[in-house]
DNA sequence: AGCACGCCGACT
DNA sequence: GTCGGCGTGCTC
């Protein structure tokens, strides 16, 4: 018997090895470890034959050791099936979740104290609740593949939910995988569930978990007992004999998009599983995705909600124009906005300060009318660049910044904008002298001891008002917080990409969530610099609304859901050379489409990391299919620069 | 990828 | 004559 294996890490070409007679069984995805050359390597079994191979022109090997992988009926068709669609190596995937096993384990740092209060306490689901919990218990009886989107506004209880249904997949002797879209969600989910969900095997899987955790979980999956694996990526790639149910918290995220290449979206790869394993998937969100929603009615995905609050009420929302004449003792605080802080510090209540800031970011507005740049084919503002050159990092499409504006006419009244929160932080100091300030952002998390003091001292009320971005959203409550503050509300709304209206709507909606759980007076003040329709469903209850208007716009411009977006990434150090082979590819790409439209190459807002360039051309079709057939029929031996496939990209 | 092997230049 | 620095090519 003969195996053709390739390595997990190294030469990337097929090798046979010999098995020898004593060993038992071997099936395709096992993970062997070979001799080759003069080391030893662990590689993964593509195929096995009878006989050695035909006119063989070398010496082979026997395989050294052994280390079966648990079985699933789907599971080597679901891995196919994902490297087709991401057009990658199918090795990829049993890289990333069997590293461990060659690992050493590390002298682990004191793991995590399980937490002191295990509640057992049975709670009684409210009518919304028990009506899913009894739709999809059949439906994990079954084995039926069922996607279904829970819409939840926050505070309803989908965790409840989630327990239930873990519960009952866990009754049946199945496994449970539970993803969210971002590590430290993942820890926080996974040391509430341990105290609140005794009786069951959880294991995180994800960057977090020890090496030692990691082959524990392993040791499970290959008995076959029923477990809750919870992780962002990791948790999907598992083989998994025993799957019965997969919930995705947070559906709405980006964040299960990998951040580097290959950007594998672990929620699609999910969807993917759910099919060919045959079960059902549940997806929960307050602010569901577009495309999600539009599957509800499209391809038939159940959709269940719920509309009721457990504890506290909803906030009052006022929107507050920043682009106005009003005289103000700083711009970006507004009258209305300095009123409540002053109203909140008389109170000793607090007040979380938020600003919607990406990374560094400016653009071109009219200091008269704010007016912003914007393209005429993809509905996204325009980036300055050298010599007054307007582009659109989405089409490539570039013209000459105009010297008049081109809505109020006035001459030469232009302003590149940007904000950062330690300027936030000084202009709040100013104003309010004795206010006790912090400051949450991705710059003091890189320090993760100032970052737990400043979100204790927020807890213990030894801080008046947190300053911060994304970051201090998810997962932080803070009881005595009754007024939220949105610096620049409109700040993404301008970035060039084509979800940046329901990214955040998402996030404000969020954002606005931190406020008001215990108190009735709590208030969200949104500031902007130009309205637009989306600050209209800050409202959570209005969700849906924002969904049905929102739409309309994204089939008029023929972006996903409607149609499906593909980007291809093109880098090199030379960027001369990128400039050539980028033209080439998109004039090959032409060449070959039937009705793929082929936009670009265009030049991303960040072309240029690590000294290497980078270029993107983005594919449309009302189909992926062609999509992927047409990137895998390009021949990449052509290129010097790498190339990067990603479907359903989901950020710049 | 990572290692062995081989070629060549420098140093004792 | 021998050490070692690095370029090239192969891995069952």
């Known amino acids: 018997m003969y195996i053709n294996v390739r390595l997990l890490k190294g030469f990337s070409g097929i090798l046979t090895y010999k098995i020898p007679a004593d060993a038992p069984p071997i099936a395709i995805g096992s993970i062997v470890t070979v001799p080759i050359r003069t080391q030893i390597k662990p590689a993964v079994v593509l195929a096995i034959h009878h006989s050695a191979p035909e006119n063989q022109s070398f010496v082979i ?13 789907y599971y080597q068709p679901f891995l196919t099936k994902l490297s087709s669609y991401y057009q990658i190596d199918s090795v990829h995937f049993t890289k990333r979740i069997t590293q461990f096993i060659s690992q050493k384990e590390l002298p682990s740092d004191a793991t995590a104290e ?31 593949y069922t996607p279904v989107l829970l819409h939840g506004v926050t505070g309803s209880g989908k965790t409840e939910v989630y327990k239930k249904l873990i519960l009952q997949a866990h009754q049946q002797g199945k496994t449970t995988i539970l993803l969210l879209p971002e590590v430290t969600l ?27 955790d990691k082959k524990k979980l392993w040791v499970s999956l290959c008995a076959g007992t029923p477990v809750l694996i919870i992780g962002v990526h990791l948790p999907i790639f598992l083989p998994i004999s025993n799957l019965g149910l997969i919930i995705i918290d947070e559906e709405h995220e980006i964040g299960f998009q990998e951040k580097k290449h290959p950007k594998i979206n672990s929620k699609e790869a999910a969807l993917i599983r759910a099919q060919l394993a045959n079960i059902p998937i549940i997806l ?37 124009p920043l682009n106005d004449k009003k005289k103000r003792k700083n711009f970006w605080i507004s009258k209305k906005l300095e009123l409540a802080i002053i109203d909140r510090l008389s109170k000793s209540e607090q007040t979380i300060i938020f600003l919607n800031r990406r990374g560094y970011s400016f653009f071109v507005q009219c200091k008269q009318c704010s007016f912003i740049f914007e393209c005429t084919h993809c509905s996204v503002s325009l980036t300055l660049h050298e010599h007054n050159m307007l582009h659109c990092h989405y089409c490539g499409q570039t013209t000459t910044q105009p010297t008049t504006c081109p809505s109020c006419k006035t001459d030469q009244s232009f302003l590149k904008k940007g904000i950062g929160t330690q300027q936030v932080v000084e202009i709040l100091q100013k104003l309010f002298p004795t206010a006790r300030i912090g400051r949450a952002d991705m710059d003091s998390t890189v320090n993760k001891k100032q970052w737990q003091e400043t979100i204790r001292s ?28 949105i610096l620049w509300a409109d700040l993404n709304l301008h970035f060039p990409i084509f979800n940046a209206a329901e990214t955040t709507l998402q996030q404000l909606i969020q954002v606005a969530g931190r406020a008001g759980r215990n108190s009735a007076e709590s208030l969200v003040v949104i500031q902007t610099m130009l309205d637009h329709p ?119």
């Open 114 to 144: 399980p937490s002191a209060s295990c509640t057992t306490e049975i709670i009684t689901l409210t009518d919304e609740q028990q009506c899913v919990v009894t739709f999809m218990n059949p439906q994990i009886e079954k084995q039926q």
């Open 458 to 485: 927020m807890h213990d009320g030894s801080l008046d008002i947190l300053v911060g971005t994304q970051t201090i959203t998810k997962g932080y409550h803070f009881p005595k917080v009754t007024l939220v503050g």
């Open 61 to 73: 090997k026997e395989l050294l050791t052994l280390e079966t992988i648990p079985y699933a009926d």
């Open 284 to 320: 929960g969100s307050a602010t569901p995705s577009i495309s999600s929603l539009y599957n509800v009615k499209m391809k038939g995905w159940h959709f269940f909600q719920l509309k009721k609050r457990f504890s506290g009420s909803f906030p009052t929302i006022i929107t507050v």
């Open 534 to 652: 989306i600050f209209a469903y800050v409202d959570e209850i209005n969700y849906l609304a924002f969904y049905h208007s929102h739409i309309e716009q994204r089939i008029t411009i023929g972006y996903p859901p409607y149609n499906r977006l593909v980007e291809i990434e093109l880098k090199h150090n030379d960027e001369q050379l990128l400039d050539k082979e980028a033209d080439l590819l998109a004039s090959l790409l032409n060449d070959q489409s039937k009705n793929s439209l082929v936009l670009g190459p265009a030049k991303p807002p960040i072309h240029k990391i690590k000294n290497s360039y980078s270029r993107k051309i983005y594919l449309k079709d009302s189909e992926m299919t062609p999509l992927i057939t047409l990137f895998s029929a390009i021949d990449k031996k052509k290129f010097k620069s790498s190339l990067f496939f990603t479907p359903n990209p989901l950020n710049l």
């Open 186 to 212: 993942a820890v926080n989910f996974e040391l509430l569930l341990k105290s609140q969900l005794i009786n069951i095997s959880i294991f995180g899987f994800h960057s977090a978990t020890s090496v030692k």
